[in-house]
């Protein structure tokens, strides 16, 4: 159901779109579209949601209470000597002009003594000169005796590398002489005792020999006659030879 304060509330939205739709083309120029009630309705309810935004910031911006603006605020500031004089800058009226803050013109003054200051002289120059030649010869010394300090700690370090390489080189040719006198003295024992071992082996051989060749062969049998007396004959014939 449509209210509407010229037809009553009676009215259906049919009909009030169709008022609408006979008010519009009864007013409308030459310069005007022909609109149908649907486009009608279309275009109220855009115009209605932005209506409805606007109410809605315009009544947030009235019930905001900013400082000052109030009727409270004025009657209770209108004697206050800031309100005004803003009150008389609003009116144009000229306010006082201001003054230079003293640490500003102790800044000004002191930059135009810098400025007048007399430029520097030879003399001073000069000695400026001679300070910043002695400061960097200072600062050659200071590097030169850096350097020397580096090159002697790179020497000691080198030496004392150098040093104990020689010590490790020198143990490990004590340890090699020690090798090697413990192989020599196990070859000259080892050689000792193969020499006593063959001396062992020819005194049994003599032995042998001596018992072979004091055997009586009439004694024995025709075999081992046989047997003894060849090896009586080679044992006579091994002397023969070594002598």
């Known amino acids: ?14 009909s009030f779109w169709a008022r609408i739709h006979a008010s519009y083309h009864k007013k409308k120029d030459s310069g ?3 609109c149908t009630q649907k486009s009608l309705s279309g275009r109220w309810d855009f115009i209605k949601d932005q209506v409805s935004k606007f109410a809605g910031h315009l009544r947030q911006v ?11 605020n004025e009657a209770a500031l209108k004697d206050v000597p800031k309100w005004r004089e803003l009150e008389n800058a609003k009116a144009g ?4 002009e201001e003054q230079p803050d003293a640490d500003d013109v102790s800044a000004s003054n002191e930059a135009a003594s810098r400025a007048q200051k007399r430029p520097m002289g030879r003399d001073s120059a ?3 000169q001679k300070r910043a030649s002695s400061s960097s010869a200072s600062q050659s010394e200071e590097y030169m ?3 020397s300090d580096m090159c002697l700690q790179r020497t000691v370090f080198w030496s004392e590398a150098n040093g104990e390489m020689n010590q490790r080189l020198d143990l490990l040719v004590q340890l090699e002489h020690e090798k090697t006198e413990i192989q020599r003295k196990n070859a000259a024992s080892l050689e000792k005792q193969a020499t006593s071992l063959e001396k062992q082996v020819l005194m049994e051989e003599s032995k042998e020999e001596d018992r072979i060749l004091a055997i009586n ?6 075999l081992q006659r046989a047997v003894m007396e060849r090896k009586q004959k080679a044992i006579y014939a091994r002397w023969c030879r070594d002598e």
Do not use: Y
């Open 1 to 14: 159901m449509v209210i509407c304060f010229f037809a009553g509330t009676g009215q259906r939205k049919e």
């Open 32 to 34: 005007h579209p022909t």
């Open 62 to 72: 009235r019930m905001e209470h900013r400082s000052g603006e109030g009727p409270d």
């Open 93 to 96: 009226t000229p306010a006082c």
């Open 126 to 128: 000069k000695e400026s």
């Open 145 to 147: 005796s850096r350097m």
């Open 217 to 222: 062969l009439e004694t024995l049998n025709p």
